[in-house]
């Protein structure tokens, strides 16, 4: 395996703060960060489902949500171990459910900890006006 697809929310600050995070790891493999809503996404994963975390790699096996949160975490140097314990029967239920929890409550998340999406970046930034007097 050479390249895994990471498909993320977008629209989510608390997923864009983690698409940051991912960008900077040390990887076994190259990491593409596709956000969902993308034209590029949509033409080459169309049948992938919307809203959720997926990892799709060059040869097309695909994951989701808590599945694609350890194969992510797989494909990094650092935390390939934390991967394989995840992913043993004793600890993999809880991992299952500490991710679905996170991720029904994403929005939320990025709420509290004011991550805000590129997107909602934007539109705050087109709301602000500038006083003529600041330009002085």
Known sequence: MKTLYVIYDSSCGLCTKVRDWLRFQPSYVDLRLMAADSEETRRKFPTLPVGELAVVSGDG???????????????????????????????????????????????????????????????????????????K
Request: proline residues 4%; charged residues 25%; positive net charge.
């Open 61 to 135: 096996q695909v994951w989701i949500g808590d599945n694609a949160f350890i194969v992510c975490l797989w494909s990094l140097r650092e935390y390939r171990l934390w991967a394989r314990r995840l992913a043993t029967p004793m600890l993999r239920p809880m991992a299952r459910q500490a991710f679905e929890a996170v991720s029904r409550n994403r929005k939320s998340v990025s709420g509290l900890l004011r991550l805000k999406s590129e997107a909602e970046l934007k539109k705050h930034l087109n709301e602000v006006t500038i006083s003529p007097c600041a330009l």
